[in-house]
């Protein structure tokens, strides 16, 4: 059984609900856990059950932007591109982020965020700065893409905590110079907070906001 978690996403200046992030879970001896491939659910499902999600939410969605991953061999199936459209023409005016988890070729994100941006469907890169997608890797896609998603827990988790106001410096200054949004994860106290205000990162995920949770309807929810 396979469901979408939502994750809140905070504008911390405006004191609201920016959007979420939704995050696909699988339950096997009545636990949730991380799917062993996230390609396991075909596109077209995976694309069903988060618009399950959104209805589940109803309101809270409304005019918020919902963030949604690709990895590299999703991004590069010839349904997917067709499947986000339908999803976001059904779950209007709700908005669409589609968060890259790896980096695709110059030629492809050009292609891609040329049809997303015809559909008012935002593209972004996830985890910039960390694992495969270092700014070598990403540089060249800037200029096509609306956001950026920083993500301090995974300098955490590989022991570099030290070097966190520097990644921040360094990928605030990239976001003004293309003109991008920036989201940052891994906000978990007060003082991540204040690190977020320090570079003007203003959308804020984690956490101190809340863990990623199972969205059950309400009885009087409609279908």
């Known amino acids: 059984m396979y469901r979408f978690f939502a994750q809140p996403q905070v504008d911390y200046k405006g004191n609201s609900i920016y959007g979420y992030e939704v995050l696909l879970r699988q339950k096997s001896d009545n ?13 077209n499902e995976q694309t069903k059950l988060v618009e399950d999600l959104i209805d589940t939410l109803e309101t809270r969605v409304k005019n918020k932007i919902v963030a949604f991953n690709l990895n590299l061999e ?6 997917t591109l067709g499947a986000i459209i339908k999803l976001k023409k059904r779950i209007d005016p709700a908005g669409l982020m589609v968060e890259l988890t790896e980096a695709p070729t110059l030629a492809e994100v050009k292609e891609f965020s040329l ?22 890797n990403v540089e060249l896609l800037l200029p096509y893409v609306d956001e950026i998603k920083l993500a301090m827990q995974n300098l955490r988790e590989a022991g570099h905590s030290t070097e966190i106001p520097d990644y921040l410096a360094f990928w605030s ?17 007060k003082s991540d907070q204040a690190l ?10 984690g956490y101190f906001y809340g863990k990623p ?6 009885p009087c929810s409609k279908k």
């Open 31 to 43: 636990t949730w856990h991380l799917p062993k491939s996230f390609n396991e659910v075909n596109i």
């Open 74 to 79: 999703q991004f590069r199936n010839p349904i």
């Open 196 to 205: 977020a205000e320090l570079y003007g990162i203003n959308i804020h995920q």
């Open 213 to 218: 949770s199972l969205v059950e309807r309400t």
């Open 173 to 189: 200054k990239q976001a003004q110079e293309y003109h991008l949004s920036v989201v940052l994860e891994g906000i978990e106290d």
């Open 115 to 136: 049809f997303l941006h015809q559909y008012q469907i935002s593209l972004g890169i996830d985890d910039v700065g960390t694992g495969s997608n270092t700014f070598e």
